[in-house]
C-alpha cells in the first residue's frame, strides 16, 4: 500500500483507532518501537505524529509563513512528490520536485478558487524528465469562504490521492477554522477590555484633576503624589499589552484609583484591604477587579449616602484565590441585578459588573462566574474565586 493509501486509512479512522489505541497503551506502558506491530498500526502513528506537528503553525492562519512551515508535514502526509499551498492571489509556497511548474499553477486553480469544488488535471509539462504528471487541487475554505488552494502531484492519476488530498485539505481547513476563532477571541477580548477602559468615566478623570488642582497650593507634596498617583493608573488601564495581569498589579492600580477618589471624598470614603501575600502572583484577566472597586463606589456614595466603609480581601483558598469585595452602600434589587448580568439593563447599566462576569466565565468556565450578594439597602458583597493555574493564563 502506498503512503497516500495509508494517508487515507489514517484520516478516516485515526480518531477512533489510533488515538484511543496511543491513549491506552501509553496508559498502561511507555510507548517502545516494538509496540507499534503491523503497518496500519505503524501508519497510524507516523500519521497522527506528522499531523500534531503540522498544525501549530496553520492555526497562526494561512500565511505564507504557515504555510512554508507546515508544507513539509502535508506533503509527508499525502505521500506525494510535490504540494503546493496558495491563497486567492499567490503560491504561498511549493515543496517537493518541479518547482517549474509554480508559472503556471495560479491559472490551472482559478476555477477552484472560483467555485470551491476540487479538480483534478494534467500538468502539461514540457520537461520530459519531470515526474509530476497530474494533479488534484482542493479549495481550503472557511466558513464558506475559499481562502485558499492545495494542490498534490503525482507521476500518474491516481484515485487514492485524490481522496487523501481531499481529507488533508479538510484536517488543514479545520486548523484555518481555529485560527480564525482564535482571532474572534483576541478580538472580543480586545472590544471588551475598550468597553471597560470606556467605563472609565470622564467625570472621574475631571474631578480627580480637580482635587489634585485643589491640593496646588495648599499641600503641594500631595498634589504631586496624586498625579504621579494618576499618571501611573491611567497609564496602566491603557497599556497596550497582554490579556492578563497579576493580582499584584490589579490591587496596585485598584489602590492608586482609592487614592484619589479618597482625594475627593475625604473622610467620607473608609477603605479596608486585606491581602494574603501568596495570592500576589495569581493570573487574572486584565482590568477584572477595577470596575467591581468603582462599582462599590458609585454604590456606597450614591444619593444621600454621608459616608461609606469598603471592603477589600485577597485570601488564600487552597487550589484557588478569593478576592472578595464588600461595601455598605444602597445595595441592589436582586430581580434588577439579575437582567443586568443576563445583558437586560441597558447600554449605561451595569456594564462592568457584566463584563467582567463574562469573561471570568469565559477564561475559567460557568463556575467562576461573579457571586453577588445584595438586596436594597443591604450594601453588596461581590465574590470572585480564581484558579491558582490555569493553562493559557498567564500574567504580565
Not at 503512503?3 to 483507532?17: E, N, R, S
Not at 473622610?267 to 493570573?283: D, K
Request: charged content about 25%; proline content about 4%; glycine content about 8%.
Amino acid at each position: 500500500m502506498t503512503g497516500a493509501g495509508y494517508a487515507v486509512i489514517v484520516l478516516l479512522g485515526a480518531l477512533l483507532f489510533g488515538a484511543g489505541l496511543l491513549t491506552g497503551r501509553r496508559t498502561a506502558r511507555p510507548l517502545r518501537t516494538s509496540d507499534v506491530g503491523t503497518p496500519v498500526e505503524h501508519a497510524t502513528f507516523e500519521t497522527l505524529h506528522t499531523a500534531s506537528l503540522a498544525a501549530p503553525p496553520l492555526r497562526a492562519g494561512l500565511t505564507e509563513d504557515s504555510a512554508r512551515k507546515s508544507a513539509r508535514r502535508l506533503r509527508s502526509l499525502l505521500g506525494t512528490d510535490a504540494l503546493c499551498l496558495t491563497d486567492r492571489e499567490r503560491i504561498l509556497v511549493w515543496d517537493g520536485e518541479g518547482g517549474h511548474h509554480v508559472e503556471h499553477v495560479m491559472e490551472q486553480v482559478a476555477d477552484v478558487l472560483a467555485t470551491g469544488r476540487d479538480t483534478a488535471f494534467r500538468s502539461d509539462c514540457d520537461d520530459l524528465d519531470c515526474p509530476l504528471r497530474w494533479a488534484v487541487a482542493v479549495p481550503l475554505t472557511v466558513d464558506h469562504r475559499v481562502l485558499g488552494a492545495l494542490i498534490a502531484y503525482a507521476p500518474r492519476e491516481s484515485a487514492v490521492l485524490a481522496r487523501a488530498a481531499g481529507e488533508v485539505a479538510r484536517w488543514v481547513c479545520v486548523q484555518l477554522e481555529l485560527a480564525e476563532l482564535d482571532r474572534s477571541r483576541t478580538q472580543l477580548i480586545e472590544a471588551e477590555i475598550r468597553a471597560l477602559r470606556a467605563q472609565i468615566s470622564p467625570h472621574f478623570i475631571f474631578n480627580s484633576l480637580a482635587a489634585i488642582a485643589s491640593f496646588v497650593r495648599t499641600d503641594p507634596e500631595q498634589a504631586r503624589e496624586l498625579l504621579l498617583e494618576f499618571a501611573d493608573f491611567t497609564r496602566y488601564s491603557f497599556r497596550s499589552h497582554g490579556d492578563f495581569t497579576t493580582l499584584a498589579d490589579e490591587l496596585h492600580s485598584i489602590d492608586q484609583y482609592l487614592a484619589l477618589v479618597r482625594a475627593r471624598f475625604g473622610e467620607r470614603l473608609s477603605v479596608t484591604l486585606q491581602v494574603a501575600p501568596e495570592v500576589l502572583p495569581v493570573a487574572l484577566p486584565f482590568l477584572c477587579l477595577q470596575p467591581l472597586v468603582e462599582n462599590a463606589v458609585k454604590h456606597g456614595l450614591e444619593g444621600a449616602v454621608t459616608s461609606s466603609r469598603i471592603t477589600i480581601s485577597a485570601l488564600d483558598a487552597g487550589s484557588e484565590a478569593e478576592v472578595v469585595i464588600e461595601d455598605d452602600g444602597i445595595g441592589m434589587d436582586p430581580e434588577r441585578l439579575r437582567h443586568i448580568l443576563r445583558g437586560e439593563g441597558g447600554r449605561s447599566t451595569g456594564v462592568g459588573l457584566l463584563n467582567v462576569d463574562e469573561r471570568l466565565r469565559q477564561v475559567y468556565g460557568d463556575d467562576y462566574g461573579l457571586v453577588i450578594e445584595t438586596g436594597i439597602g443591604a450594601g453588596m458583597r461581590i465574590t470572585v474565586r480564581l484558579p491558582k493555574y490555569r493553562a493559557g493564563v498567564h500574567g504580565s
